[in-house]
């Protein structure tokens, strides 16, 4: 009957554990990093069409000729179209708000 080699059995220990950490952090941190790309790519989007629509829609308010020659004619459909975003963003917030509370019940 052979002897056992305890530094072959050091060894075997060694390999085992740097197998095991790269298991468990490498592969999850590829994982994440694929998740943070696609959703910083996800919000460039989305950010992208709310400044066109915006963009847009003060063009459009611009193009009509509902202010007259008034002040308003220059500051209004600024204003309204700020205020379109901000009630964007509030309805959008309150859904994620929703989501999250969903998931965390």
């Known amino acids: 009957m052979a ?3 305890p530094v072959r059995g050091v ?3 060694q390999e ?3 197998a095991y ?3 468990e952090t490498v592969q999850p941190l590829k994982t994440l990093g694929r998740y943070l790309g696609f959703g910083v790519a ?3 989007f989305v950010f992208l069409g709310f400044f066109f629509v915006m963009l847009a829609t003060l063009r459009l308010l ?3 000729d509902t202010f007259g020659g008034s002040s308003w ?3 209004g459909p ?3 179209a700020i205020a379109v975003l901000v009630l964007a963003m509030v309805i959008i917030y309150a859904a994620l708000s929703r989501a999250r509370k969903k998931v965390f019940e």
Do not use: F, R
Request: proline share 4%; charged share 10%; glycine share 8%.
């Open 3 to 5: 002897t056992p080699n």
């Open 11 to 13: 060894q075997d220990i």
């Open 16 to 18: 085992t554990l740097i």
């Open 21 to 23: 950490a790269k298991q």
């Open 42 to 44: 996800g919000s460039l």
């Open 62 to 64: 611009q193009s009509l």
């Open 73 to 75: 004619a220059s500051l």
């Open 78 to 80: 600024y204003g309204i």
